[in-house]
């Protein structure tokens, strides 16, 4: 799966953690898993993100070698 | 009954009719195109206009160019070029090219083969829009095809990178200029197809003509035709066309705006994670804020039901009633001490002078006693007297002093009267030593 994919999935099940969590019979506990989940995906998603930018960082070094 | 015109001997067309009828189809069938070939039969006509044949080894057409302000000169025997399009000398029913523009093909030689080497491409088919793959909605993976020296990767890797860094990009570095490039070119293509990228990006940035020939290159052409990777083409600047860019699948007008194209709305999605992260606070927050509360007023309410102020509730109530008892108690316990003070002072006003009453019982009994005695004393004297007169009064002392008691015989009873007998009647008469009895003779009256 390319990091775009796993992104665009990361980013989708985010916001189904966020659309259960706007559920008004969600449990405190439930609240708090889907919300370490939540957080989870977040960083996940900036991970994603930063490594790319390294990634191509590299890339265009490479290219002015 | 109208009938299409042509279709029957009553509605012949007529030469001026057809003539027209082809003409209008001539333009409408054919927009403008470039031809190639040789000039032959070549005719000036005094106002300007040049007639000629166009010819190749097997055929010819009829051209005519009307008088232009850039007087091309034309040569018998010349190749050219021309940009012309149908059009029907309807006097002669003569086909004809209507030149536009013409080239000599010995001058602008890069520019004829572009367009020789273009039709035969289009002929081909590769230019066709159902020949061309779609891209797909997501670039993930991305092979760029171009040289790691040129400013166009540059700009590409910056672009990318500010607008979706996510794209994983690979290099395949090749020359884009020069006599060896194009089949560099095509090998760099081959090996990033078999790599199986989502899209294939061949570019490079602008140059001269000659430059960006090597893109105009018949087997590559066909190179990118038949790659499963649908290819996205951006060569040179915005004016430049190349054979590349009309067959790659997508044409960009420059590196750029591939780079854009390629980057999609992942901006979008970035600023959609912002949101998502910070609604995902708020969320929680909320959710935290609202069970916090459940649990406050829950709390409260097991405060209010805690043992200890049960007891405590239980304990007031306890003292109340206490209270109230004691109260109640107390004020009745009053009253009852109040009565009972009340009655004892009664009782202790009221309470008779037992030895005052003792002396008078002992008074009254020594009275008593007294008047008995006398009684008695006075009865006996009596008693006395009584017996004493009863000794007088005894009927036998009377018996003896001649006293006699008659009494009917019948039923003894003492006959005091005459009435009390009448003649024949028994009786017996008492007389001191015995009785008689005696029968009523006679009653007489005193």
Redo the contacts between chains.
């Keep these: 799966?390319?990091?775009?994919?796993s992104?665009?999935k990361k980013?989708e099940q985010?916001?189904k953690?966020?659309n259960q969590?706007?559920q008004t019979d969600?449990g405190?506990e439930q609240?708090?898993k889907?919300?370490e989940q939540?957080?989870k995906l977040?960083r996940e998603?900036?991970k994603?993100?930063a490594d790319?930018?390294t990634?191509?960082?590299q890339?265009?070094q490479?290219?002015d070698d | 009954m109208n009938t299409q015109p042509g279709q029957t001997t009553q509605n012949a067309f007529s030469p001026s009719a057809l003539n027209q009828i082809l003409k209008k189809h001539l333009n409408e069938q054919f927009g403008s195109f470039w031809l190639t070939g040789e000039i032959f039969e070549l005719y000036q006509s005094p106002a300007g206009h040049k007639y000629f044949t166009l010819k190749d080894s097997q055929s010819g057409i009829k051209c005519v160019m009307f008088k232009q302000k850039q007087n091309t000169p034309l040569a018998k025997g010349s190749q050219v070029i021309i940009l012309g399009n149908l059009s029907l000398y309807t006097p002669k029913g003569d086909l004809q090219v209507n030149v536009l523009r013409i080239m000599d093909a010995g001058k602008g030689d890069l520019a004829q083969q572009f367009m020789l080497l273009k039709q035969k491409l289009q002929q081909a088919g590769l230019f066709e829009q159902k020949n061309k793959q779609q891209l797909p909605s997501m670039i993930g993976s991305l092979a760029i095809v171009t040289s790691p020296k040129g400013a166009a990767l540059q700009d590409i890797l910056n672009i990318i990178k500010s607008q979706n860094p996510l794209i994983e990009i690979t290099l395949y570095p090749t020359p884009v200029q020069g006599e060896d490039a194009a089949p560099k070119i095509n090998h760099a293509l081959r090996v990033a197809d078999e790599a199986n990228h989502d899209a294939i990006l061949l570019t490079r940035g602008g140059g001269s003509k000659e430059d960006l020939w090597t893109f105009n290159d018949e087997f590559l052409a066909h190179q990118i035709a038949q790659l499963e990777t649908p290819v996205i083409s951006a060569v040179g600047h915005e004016t430049d066309e190349s054979i590349s860019d009309l067959v790659a699948d997508v044409t960009c007008i420059t590196p750029s705006a591939a780079a854009q194209l390629i980057s999609g709305d992942f901006r979008q999605s970035k600023h959609l994670l912002t949101q998502q992260k910070q609604l995902l606070s708020l969320l929680v927050q909320d959710k935290l804020r609202l069970f916090q509360q459940q649990v406050d007023s829950r709390g409260h309410a097991i405060e209010k039901r805690h043992p200890s102020n049960l007891l405590k509730q239980q304990e007031a109530a306890l003292g109340t009633a206490e209270q109230k008892l004691n109260n109640s108690f107390s004020s009745k316990w009053l009253a009852l001490k109040n009565n009972y003070q009340h009655l004892h002072t009664a009782l202790i006003n009221n309470e008779p002078d037992l030895i005052i009453q003792h002396q008078r019982l002992k008074q009254f009994r020594q009275q008593l006693s007294n008047n008995i005695k006398s009684q008695l004393s006075d009865s006996h004297q009596a008693l006395q007297l009584s017996i004493n007169d009863l000794n007088h009064q005894n009927p036998l002392n009377v018996l003896a002093r001649g006293f006699s008691i008659t009494s009917r015989k019948q039923d003894n009873k003492v006959i005091t009267d005459i009435s009390q007998v009448k003649d024949g009647d028994e009786v017996v008469t008492q007389l001191k030593s015995g009785r008689i009895s005696a029968k009523i003779f006679e009653r007489l009256e005193k």
Aim: hydrophobic share 55%; aromatic share 6%; net charge negative.
């Design positions: 799966m390319s990091q775009t994919q992104f665009e980013l985010l916001t953690v966020i969590m706007e969600v405190l609240s708090l889907l919300y939540g957080i977040t998603c900036q994603i993100i790319a930018e990634k191509i960082e890339l265009m490479q290219a």
